[in-house]
Structure formats: structure tokens, C-alpha cells
């Protein structure tokens, strides 16, 4: 995940874009939060898909205006949603394979990459934060917060496996979250780049 602000150039207001870039594994869609179904024959696998389908970078942009630092800072929040799907296949034999778990972790800071204009600044990733806006009511999946910016891996998901089965299974978690820059803080006018990494782990 990439994050920028940039400036327009309005002074030393900050003003300009917030990117977060996310790296995508393909996988297919989900209906529900988390869901488990049958599968006839499946060995151990998963698979992640923050963003797109594809493989490919998705951009979610910010763009923190002089209507939002006047008369106060406003935090600056993306209509559309990103997509995190994590599908789990456990070998119907798999007994040692129980549990997934869902980390992200962020660098501390997005850097200034236009230093003419902020020099050596560096903007806490926890300025970053996001809505759940479809979250389990079993608390397993991905709930609101923001990027703890530690540098180490913050736990964000953990869901069980089925136990034993008469078939292979497939369990599925699925949300849908609103990212947001807090805008609490000026910082000078300039582009700022940084990066956080998604993983998942199946034990």
C-alpha cells in the first residue's frame, strides 16, 4: 500500500492527494463476511485480494483542499470502498491447520518526496485510518482502526477453520473498507510516499 500527499501549490497550506496503492492476489468474489463451504477434493491453499482483481496496483486518492483546513482541519474520507478477500482451502485431513491470520504492516512515517517544497517531513501512518463498513458480528474479521505506524506487523484479522470434516473446506472472509486521512495536523505543501504490506498466514 502506497500513500502520497501532494500540492497543488497553495502556499504552505496543506493541500493535494493521499494515494494508497494496494498489492492484489487474484481470487474469486465472496457474498458474506466470512463463510465456509464444502469443496470435494482441495489441498491446503490461500489466497489474498486487497483491491482489484488482477495482480494489479490500485490507487485510493485524498485530496485534502483549502475547504478542508478552513475554518479547521476536516479529516478527508474516500467514498469508495477496498476490497480485502482472503479465502483459506483446508485438506480434508489437515488436522494441524486450524486458524488464519490476517497483519498489515506500515512503515512509520510517509516521507516527503518533494523536498523543495516539505524538506524532511514525515507524516505519520497513523494519520491513516479505515471503516469497516460491513464487519462480522463475531469481531474475527477486519473492524475499523488505523495503522499503528510501529513498523511491526499489526494484527488485523484471526477466524477458525472447520475442526473435521466429512470433505475438504473453504472458508472465505470478506470486507469492504472506507479509507480516511485524519488532516488533524498542517503539514507543508509537498508529495509524501510510503508503503504498507498485507499477510496472511494459515497454521
Known amino acids: 500500500m502506497l500513500h502520497r500527499i501532494g500540492s497543488p501549490g497553495q502556499g504552505s497550506a496543506l493541500a493535494g492527494a493521499v494515494a494508497l496503492a494496494l498489492v492484489l492476489v487474484p481470487s474469486g468474489a465472496a457474498q458474506a463476511v466470512i463463510t465456509t463451504t464444502l469443496l470435494s477434493l482441495s489441498g491446503n491453499r490461500l489466497t489474498l485480494r486487497v483491491g482489484s482483481a488482477g495482480g494489479t496496483i490500485d490507487n485510493v486518492a485524498f485530496t485534502v483542499s483549502g475547504a478542508n483546513l478552513q475554518p479547521s482541519p476536516a479529516p478527508v474520507t474516500r467514498p469508495d470502498t477496498v476490497t480485502v478477500l482472503l479465502t483459506a482451502d483446508k485438506a480434508l485431513l489437515a488436522l494441524a491447520v486450524n486458524t488464519v491470520r490476517l497483519t498489515v504492516t506500515a512503515a512509520p512515517g510517509l516521507g516527503c518526496t518533494t523536498p523543495t517544497s516539505c524538506g524532511s517531513t514525515s ?6 485510518g479505515w471503516v469497516s463498513t460491513n464487519p462480522d458480528a ?18 488485523l484479522a484471526q477466524f477458525p477453520l472447520p475442526l473435521l470434516s466429512v470433505l475438504s473446506a473453504r472458508t472465505e472472509m470478506n470486507n469492504a473498507l472506507r479509507f480516511s486521512y485524519a488532516n488533524s495536523t498542517l503539514y507543508p505543501s509537498g508529495t509524501y510516499t510510503g508503503r504498507v504490506t498485507f499477510t496472511a498466514t494459515m497454521f
Not at 507524516?123 to 491513516?128: K, L, V
Not at 474479521?141 to 513498523?151: E, H, L, M, P, W
Open 138 to 155: 463475531t469481531g474475527q474479521d477486519i473492524q475499523s482502526g488505523s495503522f499503528n505506524a510501529s513498523g511491526s506487523p499489526q494484527q
Open 123 to 128: 507524516i505519520p501512518f497513523s494519520t491513516i
